[in-house]
């Protein structure tokens, strides 16, 4: 696992032993940030269920202005910490543990591009998506990227926002959300 492209292109990133984080393949990585572009540089970037921060990290390579990680477990932010020394990162950073819903129902910083990486078990989208598009969690042109198991069903549409694009790789499912009627 590496950073694919950017500042920071080339240096490798580790994950934990025990394959208790599920880091996003370098496919998955280029197809997303191919689709990107330029959205992410000078975005303020919010990384859920970050674990090794893998994509987090991409964005500060790519131009980001500052990433926010979240992640409820000690393990991860080990790893997390770990990470952005090995990179030697120079943009703000700022890590949080706590749970990813606690952590919207109470955000008041709206960022412009959110990554969600749950584990392929965690199932509570319906909680998850209304919260994402909150005025205080999302800017009003903002992205938000998901990657879920594709076992897993989620709304093309709800009453806040619409899918713009998805994609299946393997056993994950990439989709792209926009705030509904941006487009």
Do not use: C
């Not at 994950?15 to 990585?29: E, F, G, L, V």
């Not at 209304?130 to 594709?150: A, C, D, H, Q």
């Amino acid at each position: 696992m590496r950073i694919i492209a950017g500042k920071y292109k080339g240096r490798h990133l580790i994950a934990a032993k025990d394959q208790s984080i599920r880091p996003t393949t370098d496919r998955i990585k280029e197809y997303i940030f191919q689709l990107l572009n330029d959205f992410v540089v000078d975005a303020l970037v919010l990384d859920l269920f970050s674990g090794s921060g893998s994509l987090g990290l991409e964005a500060l390579s790519r131009g980001a202005k500052e990433v926010t990680f979240v992640d409820n477990s000690s393990n991860s932010l080990r790893v997390l910490r770990k990470n952005i020394a090995r990179v030697k990162v120079t943009e703000p950073v700022t890590i949080v543990k706590k749970d990813v819903l606690t952590f919207l129902k109470g955000n008041k910083q709206p960022f412009d591009l959110i990554f969600i990486d749950p584990p392929f078990k965690w199932n509570r989208y319906e909680e998850l998506l209304p919260l994402l598009f909150k005025e205080t969690n999302l800017t009003e042109y903002g992205l938000v990227v998901l990657e879920s198991e594709k076992s897993h069903h989620l709304p093309e549409e709800g009453e806040a926002f619409e899918v713009l694009r998805q994609k299946r790789f393997d056993r994950s499912i990439i989709t792209f959300f926009t705030r509904k009627g941006v487009v």
